[in-house]
């Protein structure tokens, strides 16, 4: 049974933050160097201070953080709620010219083992993210962005008609933010509308969309707490602050999760090629058309049967082509994704063991995997295909376990709009 409570958010003080938006942030594993540099120079109270870039981390950010926190509490930038509150979102983004929102809960979510078959994940996991996460976390004391989690709403849609009627009316807070999406909250301190929330969630699977990183740290730090003490059932590092959102929602979508592989020396290189060359059908496209490669990802099409089709940028070798595996792989337990059969069937051939972390670094956002193949002398670029929705509810049900940074779930919820605190009770 999942247990969904309210808590006592901590969020920018809107008297003293007159644009809380410029002060919220993606969360850390999709800031990128140039981001992360714009995000500090945006407003001195921006949240990546403390949720800490994932390619910037250092011992002196850890260091730093506990003091910049207490620093902004003690001078009321960041205040904490007086009473337990959930929080509705409700995020504008724009995708490919059309206008979408996405409305979800930001809540308190008890934090349960996977074999519980209450919370779901499908990714694996890397052990330095989740290492760094935790540091955060004892160093913090806190949680600065939600996980995005999906859950199935009931056939009333009792949970989507609530949302709704409560974003229908003025938002306690709006977020606009230059390269993110607005998003407006909500606050719900109605004992009654939470208890129906709460109540209406109980028998809900829970689905870890995009934060599996932050919840096993979570689960990490809770057992590094229960190993010295008793912990009771109320406090708040039990729980992990998460936006639910309803698996039925038009505003959510999944992109490509793209694949850099770096650190490579020439032999590396073209072998990577010769291996992938062997083992798909090639398509080739003229090397100067890597201006029109949004158009070329269309062409990939929807995937059938177990099909695996991406596309290679390998400027070193002048080579950008869509390959599509030759040999069709019999049975659902051979076949979990395009991203498995892109580590089992290249990656770990070319590669030592354990090189997902030295030679494969998943990218999220298109543009920055094409500059940072261009700026890396014999690096290759996969371009992903997302994983659709029902491919992800299959994978995630039967138990299923995706490469590191599989989907990209769209948008990623930001860092800074809800705050939870580690200390005390929710």
């Known amino acids: 049974m999942a247990i969904i409570k309210p808590f006592r958010g901590i969020r920018f003080n809107q008297e003293k933050c007159k644009n809380p938006g410029l002060n919220i942030s993606p969360p850390f594993d999709a800031i990128t160097p140039k981001l992360n540099e714009a995000l500090h120079k945006r407003s001195q109270y921006n949240i ?35 009473e337990p509150t959930l929080y509705v979102t409700e995020e504008e983004f724009d ?19 996977y074999e519980s078959s209450i919370i779901f994940p499908h990714e694996n996991v890397r052990n330095e993210w989740v290492d760094e996460r935790v540091k955060l976390m004892e160093v913090g004391k806190s949680n600065y962005s939600p996980l995005l989690v999906l859950f199935r709403d009931d ?12 974003s229908g ?78 698996i039925d929602q038009p505003g959510l979508m999944t992109l490509g999760y793209h694949r850099h592989f770096t650190n490579l ?33 269309l062409k990939l099409g929807k995937r059938f049967d177990n099909e695996v089709s991406f596309i290679v940028y390998a400027p070193l070798q002048k080579k950008f082509f869509i390959a599509t595996n030759k040999q069709k792989i019999n049975g659902d337990d051979l076949f979990k994704s395009e991203h498995s059969w892109l580590r089992r069937e290249i990656s770990s051939i070319v590669f030592e063991e354990n090189h997902d972390k030295d030679y494969v ?55 800074g709009i809800v705050i939870q605190d580690l200390t005390g009770d929710l």
């Not at 995706?402 to 948008?411: D, E, G, I, R, S």
Request: glycine share 4%; hydrophobic share 40%; proline share 3%.
């Open 48 to 82: 990546v201070r403390l949720e800490i870039a994932r390619r910037n981390r250092s011992d002196e950010s850890f260091d730093e953080v506990a003091s910049t926190q207490s620093e902004w509490l003690e001078s009321e930038i960041l205040i904490q709620d007086k």
């Open 95 to 113: 995708y490919r010219g059309e206008k979408f929102y996405r409305r979800g809960i930001i809540a308190a979510v008890r934090l349960e083992d």
């Open 155 to 166: 056939l009333r849609n009792t949970i989507g008609a609530i949302l709704r009627a409560i």
């Open 169 to 246: 009316g003025d938002p306690d807070v709006v977020y606009e933010v230059p390269d993110l999406p607005d998003v407006k909250l909500w606050k719900i301190l109605d004992k009654g509308t939470i208890n129906i929330i709460t109540s209406s969630m109980k028998n809900s699977e829970i689905f870890i969309a995009d934060g599996h990183h932050r919840y096993e740290a979570a689960l990490r730090y809770q057992a590094g707490i229960r190993s010295v003490r008793e912990t009771s059932a109320t406090e708040s590092l039990n729980y992990r602050m998460m936006m639910l959102v309803s």
């Open 265 to 297: 020396s020439v032999e590396k290189s073209i072998e990577i090629i010769n291996v992938i060359e062997q083992k798909c059908d090639i398509e080739n496209f003229e090397f100067s058309e890597i201006t029109g490669i949004k158009n070329k990802i």
């Open 361 to 415: 670094n998943p990218v999220h956002d298109l543009k920055t995997l094409i500059d940072l193949v261009n700026n890396n002398k014999n690096s290759i670029g996969i371009i992903m295909r997302p994983i659709k929705m029902d491919e992800f509810v299959s994978i995630v049900t039967r138990g299923w376990r995706l490469p590191p940074k599989a989907t990209n779930f769209y948008p990623k919820t930001s860092a």
